[in-house]
């Protein structure tokens, strides 16, 4: 074999070997927990939007397809956008949101997992009642999308005790 037939033989050995680095490459580069405490945190700046304009279909949009909410007041899991969505709808129904603080308290990130803890405080209005101001805890965790966006796969909501 010539040097130019080696040489072509090695380029090809080496563009193939490449090629096929890159196709197994990871198509999201590793998180950045600031990165995605700031990601986390513009989100729930529209979810409590949503909860006050009560968007079920917004608040919906933040979930994966196959995300579930998990809440103190049911035995099931609510499971799916559009359980989610329902869930919400009905919640708006039989309440008015006119304040939502959503507050993180500690962000961990392991890979395109995201897992958060924080604590809530909204003030409700049911129908001509006086508001009622309830607070909480809860643990959110995030999945990230080949897009980059991190959405919500489970939301535990965990009311405080009573007084």
């Known amino acids: 074999m010539t ?8 380029l090809l050995i080496v563009s193939t070997t490449l090629t096929a680095a890159c196709a197994h490459a990871p198509t999201n580069p590793i998180a950045d927990p600031a990165e995605v405490r700031t ?3 513009g989100t729930l700046v ?7 304009r009560a968007d079920a279909g917004a608040i919906a949009s933040m979930f994966t ?4 909410v998990i809440v103190a007041t049911t035995k099931a899991f609510i499971t799916g956008r ?4 329902e869930f919400w ?3 708006f129904k039989a309440a008015r949101f006119t304040d939502v603080a959503i507050v993180t308290v500690s962000v961990q990130v392991d890979g395109n997992t995201a897992y958060e803890t924080g604590t809530t405080r909204s003030t409700v209005q049911v129908g001509d009642s006086p508001p009622v ?4 805890r809860y643990l959110t965790v995030w999945k990230r999308q080949p897009n980059g966006v991190w959405l919500i796969r489970v939301d535990a909501i ?3 005790p009573a007084d």
């Open 3 to 10: 040097s130019i037939g080696r040489s072509i033989g090695l």
């Open 39 to 41: 990601a986390i945190a």
């Open 46 to 52: 529209q979810f409590g939007a949503a909860m006050k």
């Open 65 to 68: 397809e196959d995300g579930e």
């Open 82 to 85: 559009a359980a989610i969505e």
């Open 89 to 91: 709808r009905a919640r």
């Open 133 to 136: 101001t309830r607070a909480g």
């Open 158 to 160: 965990i009311p405080d």
